[in-house]
Structures are given as C-alpha cells and as structure tokens.
C-alpha cells in the first residue's frame, strides 16, 4: 500500500508539456490567445522554440514576467537531429512544466514541435494542447468549401513540371473524393503559385487565397481558376503569409 501511495504521489509530482499557440499575424496577443494560456505561460522556465528570438519577442508582448535571462531555451526546427532532442523533457520527470512555442499558430502542425509530442507520448508525459489560431483552419472557415473532408499537404514541389503534376494530382483528388486541399507555399513564390493554379487548374475548379489572416491587410477571396487568370493581376502575394485551397 505504501508503494502505491508513493507511486501516485510521484505522478502528481511529474509536469506537463504545454503546447502553447502563438499568434499568426494580430500585434495584440489577447486578439488570438485565451488569458488562460497567458496563465499558464508562467509556471515554465523552459520553453522548446523554432527561434530563441522570436520566442522571446512572444513572450515579452505575452506579458511573461520571469526574467528571459534566467529561461532555458531549447532549439527545435529542421536540422535538429533525434539525439540531440532525447533528454529535452527529462526536467518534467523532476515535476517542472515545459512549453512548447511554434513560430506562428499551432504548435505541431506543419511544424517540427512533432518530434517533441512524439518523444512525450512515447515516455507517458501528459501532453496539454491549449486553444489558438491556424491559418489553415481560418482560412478553411472562409473558403466556402467542404469543411467536412479536408486534407492539408504541406509544400508543392518547386520544379515546375512537378508543380502542375502536383496540381492535376489534388484536382483529381478533390473530384473524387469532393475533399477540399489545403496547401502553402514559401511566401517568396506565392504569385507564381497563384499563376501556376490559374493555369493549370480546370477553369472552374475553385481556388481560394487566404493571406495575412488576423491582420489588418487579411484578404480572403474564392473564385474559379478562370476568375483567378484577371484576379491574380491585381493581387500581389510576395512575402505575405498565404494559404491556398482548391475546393468545390
């Protein structure tokens, strides 16, 4: 009985890895996250991040009242390697909380913190996922398209050949199965992505553009690939974030 005892005070001892949104475009944080995150940002001392600066940036405008100078920051992005992640949740066996920061929106989609939740269920940690904005899902909400069945997938290629073939691909998909594609690209190639639907794309295959979502700038537009051929002229994308959705 005492052992038992022992073992469940143990697990009220062990923290929690908190996966903490952040905002996607809006200056003020209370426009995208709950005060209840807020909170909670202040029982971590350790936060896994993308970009220590950025993350600090957050925390700062968040209202984090911990001195930055005494935070452990652990890097996690594309060139982190397995290894060098294996010992990142040890602090929360010790009964410490740690967050978890995307970049932008949520933590874990389309972003590296999966490696992270991955290694936390494997060890039995409790995983808390808090409320907050996604591009991809703001964007679906506006669309018009089915928010039924939907699927994100990440980047098209670059090439373009392979870029049509990718295109044809999530046309096709969409046909048969009438499930929305939801897709992004690096903010640098957003109009010649945009050119690229236009002309690829069946001319009434709907298309929509979903940019600066939450910003003052935000466009959101609907249209068939062929409204899209005069649309896209008036319309620059270069380096704002984009979503893109071809739906029906």
């Not at 409790?126 to 018009?144: D, F, K, N, R, Y």
Request: glycine residues 6%; proline residues 5%; neutral net charge.
């Amino acid at each position: 009985m005492q052992n038992y005892e022992f073992f469940l005070y143990f697990c009220k001892m062990k923290g929690k890895l908190f996966l903490f949104p952040v905002p996607i475009g809006a200056e003020d944080v209370a426009q995208s996250l709950p005060s209840h995150n807020l909170e909670l940002l202040g029982t971590c001392r350790t936060f896994i991040v993308e970009e220590v600066r950025s993350a600090r940036r957050f925390l700062r405008k968040a209202g984090y009242t911990f001195s930055l100078d005494e935070v452990t920051f652990l890097p996690l992005n594309e060139h982190t390697t397995h290894e060098e992640i294996g010992g990142y949740l040890d602090a929360i066996e010790k009964g410490e909380n740690i967050g978890l920061l995307s970049e932008a929106g949520l933590p874990c989609v389309a972003d590296p913190g999966a490696m992270i939740t991955r290694v936390a269920q494997r060890r039995g940690i409790e995983i808390v996922p808090l409320v907050g904005p996604s591009s991809l899902m703001l964007a679906l909400m506006a669309s018009g398209f089915n928010g039924q069945s939907f699927a994100f997938v990440g980047y098209l290629p670059v090439d373009k050949t392979k870029r049509a073939t990718a295109i044809r691909h999530l046309e096709e998909r969409l046909n048969r199965e009438h499930q929305t594609q939801i897709f992004i690209e690096a903010p640098y190639r957003n109009n010649q992505m945009l050119e690229a639907l236009c002309f690829t794309l069946k001319p009434n295959t709907m298309v929509c553009v979903a940019t600066d979502i939450t910003l003052p700038t935000q466009y959101i537009r609907s249209l068939t690939a062929k409204q899209w051929q005069k649309e896209c002229k008036k319309v620059n994308l270069h380096k704002r974030n984009t979503v893109f959705l071809i739906g029906e």
